[in-house]
């Protein structure tokens, strides 16, 4: 069993930045594939940006050039660095951790972006 805890969430201007972390405990991430991924109320829970184990890196095209995932497995944890960002970014993000059947997720933290 993996558990997941985000952090690194606030409120923060449009154009400003914030570095989102996962750290997880219960089993080493190093063998997982991890992702971030966003909710707004009323809408699905979508896919931001994700690491795989080995390492290749793909985003979602509305944060491709803005955002940065990477992952420190001697941390045990992923990390969203969020640079140039709007009102439409605004969401609650969760870290996720996928291998074959298992998967799991973080509680989520909020990210405003608001002047």
């Known amino acids: 069993q993996v558990q997941l805890v985000e952090s690194g969430g606030g409120l923060v201007q449009p154009g400003g930045s914030l570095r989102l972390s996962c750290a997880a405990s219960?089993?080493?991430?190093?063998?997982?594939?991890m992702a971030w991924y966003r909710q707004t109320p009323g809408k699905q829970r979508e896919w931001v940006a994700q690491?795989?184990?080995?390492?290749?890196?793909s985003y979602k095209d509305a944060v491709k050039g803005r955002f940065t995932i990477s992952r420190d497995n001697a941390k045990n944890s992923i990390y969203l660095q969020m640079n140039s960002l709007k009102s439409e970014d605004t969401a609650v993000y969760y870290c996720?951790?996928?291998?074959?059947?298992?998967?799991?997720w973080g509680q989520g933290t909020q990210i405003t972006v608001s002047s």
């Open positions: 690491i795989t184990a080995g390492g290749i890196i």
């Open positions: 219960g089993d080493s991430l190093s063998k997982y594939h």
């Open positions: 996720n951790a996928f291998l074959f059947s298992r998967l799991y």
